[in-house]
């Protein structure tokens, strides 16, 4: 039985993430909304370029074609759009394949304020101040930074990267690190080292990817041939003795990732290379703008102490 959309891990993709709309976007820029409309309408079956967020979106989706029973995940279709407007992208979602039915078209409005109402444990756009409006009232969201496009066809698997503080967890440390230096941050977990950290913006969304990874383990226990479809990484510039924490906190969330680097300030793109995610979330933009953008999908989580602070943190930070 399908799961009901309660149950589900819920994606909102902003158009601007999915697609490539910078020609259109162009014209509402340059002649504004009517002209913007026309030329939609103008272009009606001219099926729209992939975004970034694409590639990440359409792996996602084929979770259900593993999993038809429970279609444990779905995608909803978030945009500034009016219906009318909207009609190019639902056709070229349809162009695509790609399994998305729900859609918020909002006109000219930012449609953050409805993620809870489609229980949407991401929101992901190109437009940054939806993002930090989502943010700011406690909803998870990321910023999806310009990269090239990957999509090969021959790559089944679904890679989602993530840090650590600020991200999957609150900003607690950070807020240590930021204002007292990595000799008192290191300190202070150690004291804390058996107390979870409160959850971050992208702790559920990381809790139902686990939720997967059960699914995926249930299947290889049926079918020895399975071949599983999901690895998560969490990649983090803690090291020890700051790791235990980490470990302590996964824990008492009964989740854990495939694979964990605790890298002591090391370039993260070292590792990135190798994973080589569909996406990858991290709440400073130092270490986003550090990593070769390439084709590795970066996303800004715009969130806790490293980004109200008025300078950038340097490339020890623990995030």
């Known amino acids: 039985m399908p799961f ?73 279709l978030f945009s500034r759009n009016s219906p009318e407007t909207g ?33 949407a444990s991401l929101f992901l756009s190109a437009n940054e101040e939806d993002v930090r409006s989502a943010i700011a009232v406690n909803y998870p969201a990321g910023l999806v930074l310009p990269s090239q496009i990957d999509d090969g066809e021959e790559d089944l698997e679904l890679r989602v990267a993530f840090d650590f503080d600020g991200v999957l967890a609150d900003d607690e440390s950070e807020a240590v690190f930021k204002r007292d230096g990595l000799d008192r941050f290191h300190a202070h977990e150690t004291l804390h080292m058996e107390r979870p950290h409160s959850p971050g913006p992208l702790a559920n969304m990381f809790q139902k990817l686990a939720m997967m990874q059960r ?31 980490v470990v302590t906190t996964l824990k008492s969330w009964g989740v854990s990732a495939d694979e964990t680097f605790f890298l002591g300030g090391m370039d993260k793109a070292r590792v990135l290379e190798v994973f080589r995610p569909h996406i990858f979330f991290d709440d400073q933009l130092t270490h986003l703008r550090a990593t070769p953008g390439g084709t590795i999908p970066m996303v800004h989580v715009p969130f806790g102490v490293a980004n109200r602070a008025a300078a950038p943190g340097p490339e020890s930070s623990v995030a």
Do not use: W
């Not at 959309?5 to 976007?25: C, N, P, T, Y």
């Not at 226990?221 to 700051?242: C, L, M």
């Open 87 to 119: 009609l190019r992208v639902m056709r070229s979602i349809a162009h695509y394949g790609l399994d998305i039915s729900r859609a918020a078209f909002m006109a000219g409005k930012s449609p953050y304020s409805y993620l809870p109402a489609f229980n």
């Open 215 to 245: 699914l995926e383990e249930r299947a290889q226990r049926r079918d020895a041939g399975y071949r599983r479809i999901v690895r998560i990484a969490i990649i983090t510039a803690r090291s020890a003795p700051s790791h235990e924490r």
């Open 4 to 76: 009901p959309i309660e149950h589900k891990l819920v994606i909102g993709v902003a158009s601007s993430a999915l697609f490539d709309l910078s020609e259109s976007h162009q014209v509402y820029l340059d002649k504004g909304p009517e002209e913007y409309r026309l030329y939609q309408e103008a272009h009606l079956d001219a099926i729209l370029g992939k975004g970034v967020a694409f590639p990440f979106i359409r792996r996602f989706l084929n979770i259900n074609a593993c999993f038809p029973d429970e279609s444990p995940v779905e995608v909803v």
